[in-house]
């Protein structure tokens, strides 16, 4: 019996753990894609290479969406099965508290090698990617990038140019000024285009207009009908930030205090998911009948407080105020502390509800004491 009931609170809990992960992937997708979109409309990034960035971008989303579905996930799953009185079967057949927090714990152990994975091999390999597509837009897809309108500068040609319209290939009614070390050009065009003539060049064409070289004694007039400028490509060069680093770079630099609070950062998320979990649990077993809602919004300070110290502990570091090994244990130990005071409140006789119940008891004094003691521990380490 006590075999089939692990079974079926396991069963519940992946798939409220799978539609939590759904939900939240979903939203946050959702709000990059409209990111980029707008990025793409405002000319800072190429339409053609939006999909490829959004697929690039999922490594990162998914080291936000999984620990917080998993914690989110499982403080409804239980409060669910607490409210329907399903846990109080589960213990009346022997399946305890302590039990069932066990078994919260194996898809949280699963999902924290994930990410442990996700973190040190394939985010990184995703953020070398975006870093070289954020380099590698072509000449002629920057140059379409380039608004009417508006003077535009030629960083390559060492000129600007004012289009008053555009067109699906460039720009349509043109007057440019180029420099070079001798001479300078003025011209006027009915349309330019831009395009790579091979693997090492690129090439501006003007199509239809007249040229000018304005000299001492004289100025050239010209028309033409097609006239090129052509100049060599810039080499990419992928962005060499952190972030790019995986397991072995990393490793080899670990001498360096950023470098090894880069290391624990990294595992840093997947102990916060197991900690996370061992918070949610005795934390929705007795809050359940102060509702939902309120069940969540409790929990997400709990939790959003303990990832911004996760992701955020490296300023310490830079800072010189803690050492990444200390910043790293005393970030976790708090919020262990955490986990284990309310396991130990859940085993206890005092009702955790009655910190907000009309009734002032001397339970509620007790309860006041103790959260107002752990605030006290969390804000002096904030602020120390």
Not at 307 to 326: A, N
Request: charged letters at 15%.
């Amino acid at each position: 019996m006590p075999k089939i009931i692990s079974f079926y609170i396991l069963n519940q809990l992946l798939k409220t753990l799978l539609i939590t992960f759904l939900i939240l992937f979903g939203i946050l997708f959702f709000n990059e894609s409209i990111d980029f979109l707008e990025k793409a409309a405002n000319g800072e990034l190429y339409p053609s290479l939006v999909s490829l960035v959004l697929i690039y971008s999922i490594p990162s989303i998914l080291e936000v969406i999984i620990p917080t579905s998993i914690f989110v996930g499982t403080l409804i799953s239980i409060y669910n099965l607490k409210k329907t009185n399903e846990i109080i079967f589960a213990n009346q057949a022997g399946v305890n508290n302590l039990k069932i927090i066990y078994l919260c714990l194996v898809p949280s152990l699963v999902f924290s090698l994930f990410l442990i994975i996700n973190s040190f091999f394939i985010s990184p390999s995703s953020n070398q990617q975006l870093s070289f597509l954020s380099n590698s837009q072509s000449f002629a897809d920057n140059f379409k990038l380039m608004g009417e309108g508006k003077v535009n500068e030629i960083e390559e040609l060492n000129g600007i140019f004012y289009a008053e319209g555009a067109s699906d290939l460039g720009f349509q009614n043109i007057f440019a000024k180029i420099e070079s070390e001798d001479l300078s050009y003025i011209l006027n065009s009915a349309e330019v285009t831009a395009s790579s003539s091979d693997q090492n060049y690129n090439q501006i064409i003007f199509k239809e207009g007249e040229l000018v070289i304005p000299l001492d004694n004289n100025n050239i007039f010209l028309d033409f009908s097609n006239l090129f400028f052509l100049f060599p490509k810039n080499s990419v060069i992928a962005n060499e930030n952190i972030k790019t680093k995986n397991w072995f770079d990393l490793l080899e630099s670990i001498d360096s205090k950023i470098y090894l609070a880069e290391i624990l950062e990294r595992f840093s998320l997947s102990l916060m998911l197991i900690i996370s979990v061992l918070i949610a649990v005795p934390l929705s077993l007795r809050m359940y009948e102060n509702g939902r809602f309120l069940l969540i919004f409790s929990g997400l300070i709990i939790f959003l407080s303990y990832y911004g110290l996760v992701v955020g502990k490296k300023v310490f570091v830079e800072e010189g105020i803690f050492d990444p090994i200390q910043i790293f244990a005393i970030t976790h130990s708090i919020y262990l502390v955490l986990a284990l005071f309310l396991l130990g409140l859940n085993n206890s006789g005092i009702e955790s509800n009655s910190v907000i119940a009309k009734k002032y008891s001397k339970q509620w004094f007790v309860q006041l004491f103790f959260l107002f003691l752990v605030l006290i521990i969390f804000f002096n380490f904030l602020f120390f």
